[in-house]
């Protein structure tokens, strides 16, 4: 656990390899709650002033507040005062953009649930480290990035470092999807309404209207309009296309839609 006195990780303005921008991250993100915020924000900010500068600054100065509020406006996308991993992948220049690169493979909500599907094979409702090493595999070939088996094995490693909290080789869904940028990010929008596996099992019931063991997408439509009904018709077709991107030919079987709408049971 980071102390009061240690010393951050070398802050620098030169190629980060993946497993520096990690540690990176995980210095300042104090309290391991996805974001750089608060005290830590500040104290990211001076440090990356002070690499630009190649000397001390003082946060107390003016001068300093108004450059942070410009750095803010320029990285902050959604404005939320807090800087999170895909905002800090375009801040610190790190080894062949890798984490770009992940938001080039998969730039949308739909996409990323597409992909997912595609890569959680066994559909445990997670992505284990050999279906990751696949998934990383095909990114770097889409995105047309050279890469050899350590480098492979290296971009798994430092996924896996970042994600799984509980050192069980695993990614949850949830976890993987910080790597979209905020505003594609569809499944921060369900983290107030996560539900256990009874009430799960119950809401399924109730909107599986014709007892066929799946829900449609006209079920769904019925019951994301129940979960939110504050939400406009367009955020709702852009929630339903991001969920229906794990269905079987439109069919959305118990175990996707799990996924999406209980707790995680790892957290």
Not at 27 to 53: Q, S, V
Not at 149 to 173: C, E, P, S, V, W
Not at 237 to 256: C, F, N, P, Q, T
Request: aromatic letters at 10%; a negative charge; hydrophobic letters at 40%.
């Amino acid at each position: 656990m980071a102390t009061q006195t240690q010393q951050p990780p070398h802050l620098r303005l030169a190629e980060l390899t993946a497993a520096q921008f990690v540690d990176i991250w995980k210095h300042f993100d104090a309290d391991g709650n996805g974001y750089i915020e608060g005290k830590e924000l500040e104290n990211f900010f001076k440090e990356l002033e002070t690499a630009r500068r190649g000397a001390g600054v003082d946060p107390s100065h003016a001068a300093f507040k108004e450059k942070m509020k410009e750095f803010m406006a320029n990285f902050d996308k959604n404005a939320d005062g807090r800087i999170e991993m895909s905002e800090l992948a375009q801040i610190l220049p790190t080894e062949e953009n890798f984490l770009l690169c992940f938001r080039e493979f998969v730039g949308s909500s739909a996409e990323f649930m597409a992909a997912w599907r595609r890569y959680d094979t066994d559909r445990s409702g997670y992505i284990e480290s050999n279906e990751l090493e696949g998934f990383l595999s095909d990114l770097l070939k889409k995105a047309n990035r050279n890469y050899d088996a350590k480098k492979l094995n290296d971009y798994t490693q430092t996924i896996l470092r970042m994600f799984d909290l509980n050192g069980d080789g695993k990614l949850g869904l949830s976890e993987m999807a910080r790597l979209l940028p905020v505003e594609e990010n569809f499944l921060l929008k369900f983290q107030g309404i996560r539900l256990t596996v009874k009430e799960f099992n119950s809401l399924f019931v109730l909107y599986d209207k014709d007892g066929n063991g799946y829900i449609d997408e006209q079920e769904l439509d019925a019951l994301l309009k129940d979960l939110w009904q504050d939400v406009d018709s367009t955020g709702l077709v852009d929630y339903k296309k991001s969920i229906m991107a794990l269905s079987d030919g439109g069919k959305l079987y118990r175990a996707e839609l799990e996924i999406v709408l209980c707790r995680d049971s790892t957290l």
